[in-house]
């Protein structure tokens, strides 16, 4: 299986249940609408490229061990605070366009369709990054929580595509090597896999 | 953070008038954007949306009517009549 593209799936996954956390209780009620539309948004990139891998793709999706993602640390840490979720928000679209735009000039071009749709989604949801990182860009909590997720954020990449994002996110290039890589998962995914995976494990097979 | 309220108007299919459709409360003409993308597109409902906010809106509301000035009024004026005629005499004309 293509680990680049599982990785691409899973990180879509996850970060689309994270972000749904936030569904009700987001700090004013046209962001809630909004977030929770990014975040349905990201679920189904997800279902297209694991229907690009699979026959399957619930049972890819859910039917595997924690230990079995390949997402990224970046989008399984359980964050309750709004400038840490608007600073993932914004470094996990700035990642995830590198991603995107490399896999747009995949050579499979079934992989490089589906990117370049995924891609024309994406172009809000970087919009609404954006204007979010114009507005609290210099806010001390934003910043810091820029700074701690920072090494999380090169994890999304292959270490090939870290300066790329270096440059975008107008951060150092020398600090690529603090990358938190793909492979090992952080605490905070075991509660949220128990959770997106309980009607599956309950019901073996369900489809909704 | 300042917020403002953006009256939201939605063109459903290109070509057709802009119908008000609600409003979003955002800090800048931005947010007020993206939040009404979400709001009023989402599901692919609008070809467009004019975002206008509360404020440049003129209203307009008390009409003086004192001297019962119905004549002015169309009312009454049946239009269908003169049309129907005048479609008979278009098609009679000669071509």
């Known amino acids: 299986m293509n680990e680049l593209l599982l990785g691409l799936a899973d990180d879509e996954l996850v970060l689309g249940w994270r972000e749904s956390e ?40 859910f039917d595997r061990r924690p230990e079995e993602y ?68 210099g806010e001390p909590r934003f910043e810091a929580a820029v700074a701690e997720l920072w090494p999380y954020a090169l994890g999304v990449l292959p270490e090939q595509q870290r300066p790329e994002l270096a440059a975008r996110a107008n951060r150092p290039r020398d600090e690529v090597s603090q990358a938190v890589e793909r492979g090992a998962h952080s605490d905070d995914l075991q509660a949220l896999w128990e959770e997106m995976t309980s009607v599956r494990r309950s019901v073996p097979g369900a489809a909704w | 953070m300042t917020q403002e309220v953006f009256e939201v108007f939605r063109q459903e299919r290109k070509g057709r008038p802009f119908e008000h459709a609600g409003s ?72």
């Not at chain 1, 990014?38 to 297209?48: F, P, S, V």
């Not at chain 1, 309750?80 to 914004?90: N, Q």
């Not at chain 1, 749709?117 to 609290?136: P, S």
């Open chain 1, 22 to 61: 936030w569904t009700g209780i987001a700090p004013m009620l046209e962001e809630d609408v909004a977030f929770s539309s990014i975040a349905q948004n990201e679920i189904g990139h997800a279902r297209a490229v694991y229907q690009l891998l699979t026959d399957d793709a619930d049972a890819l999706a």
């Open chain 1, 70 to 137: 390949r997402c990224a640390p970046l989008v399984e840490l359980r964050r309750l605070e709004w400038a840490p979720t608007i600073a993932r928000r914004w470094l996990y679209e700035l990642a995830d366009q590198v991603r995107i735009e490399h896999l747009m000039r995949d050579e499979d071009s079934r992989v490089a369709g589906l990117a370049a749709k995924i891609d024309r989604e994406e172009a809000y949801h970087r919009m609404h990054a954006e204007m979010w990182h114009a507005r609290l860009a």
């Open chain 2, 24 to 95: 979003v409360v955002a800090p800048d003409a931005d947010f007020a954007e993206a939040w009404a993308r979400e709001q009023y597109g989402r599901r692919g409902e609008s070809a467009a949306l004019w975002l206008v906010p509360r404020d440049a809106i003129r209203d307009v509301e008390d009409w003086a009517d004192e001297f019962d000035l119905k004549y002015r009024r169309v009312d009454g004026y049946s239009i269908k009549t003169r049309l129907k005629e005048a479609r008979e005499r278009a098609a009679a004309r000669p071509r």
